[in-house]
């Protein structure tokens, strides 16, 4: 069974900082891998999606990147703000399976 | 589109009663899946169905558990009878395909607490 884990569990920076969250995985036949933000009391929002023949996928201050064969992915967020505190969660596919790791809680300082 | 709709946004019932979760999916997608989500296991898949059948609901906990989608818009998760520990955030939702390049899209949950 596929397992995804998330590191850190949490983090805090001030505003401004460029940062990494790091997403592993431990069986490298997937179909994709997305980035997903929860704001507290609501639903996830997709932010990124990599399919498995890509290396890399960019939005706006955002760029995660996909190593296969070291089950990693990680999630790089530029000049990070206030409104960036949220879970970030990454979610593995494989086929018709969805597993998602536990999540890293970010907290941007103003 | 309005994005996947779920109801009710947060219930609290008894052990023992019995519990339905609604949601609607986003019009013209085909499939349909449920989630929860727990401090201690994280997010979990229960079920999920392609036009309007279950395809996999291997993570269905217990028999207290069942999903139903009786049309293309409409889907329900029912507990019953109801336990302390499946107090949880139940998400739906939904995807146009299973492609590598389709996401799905979240409702924004049921907080569900069993007393």
């Known amino acids: 069974k596929q397992e995804v884990t998330q590191i850190p569990a949490a983090l805090s920076v001030p505003e401004g900082e460029n940062l990494v969250l790091n997403c592993s995985f431990t069986d490298s036949a997937i179909y994709n891998l997305q980035w997903f933000r929860q704001d507290p009391g609501k639903g996830l929002t997709s932010l990124l999606l990599i399919q498995s023949s890509q290396r890399e996928q960019t939005s706006g201050r955002l760029n995660a990147s996909l190593d296969k064969s070291s089950g990693r992915s990680t999630l790089y967020i530029a000049a990070s703000q206030p409104g960036d505190s949220a879970t970030y969660l990454c979610?593995?596919?494989?086929?018709?399976?969805?597993?998602f790791g536990s999540g890293t809680k970010l907290n941007v300082k103003p | 589109d309005a994005g996947v709709i779920q109801s009710p946004r947060h219930e609290v019932t008894e052990m023992g009663q019995e519990v339905t979760l609604r949601c609607k999916p986003i019009s013209g997608h085909d499939y349909l899946f449920w989630y929860r989500q727990t401090m201690m296991r994280g997010l979990e898949l229960l079920i999920y169905f392609n036009n309007n059948v279950p395809i996999d609901d291997s993570g269905m906990p217990e028999d207290r558990f069942s999903a139903k989608m009786p049309n293309a818009s409409f889907s329900t998760l029912k507990i019953q009878p109801s336990e302390p520990r499946d107090s949880a955030v139940y998400f739906c939702a939904s995807t146009f395909g299973l492609a590598v390049g389709d996401t799905q899209y979240f409702g924004p949950g049921t907080r569900l607490t069993v007393l």
């Open positions: 979610a593995v596919r494989d086929f018709n399976k969805f597993y």
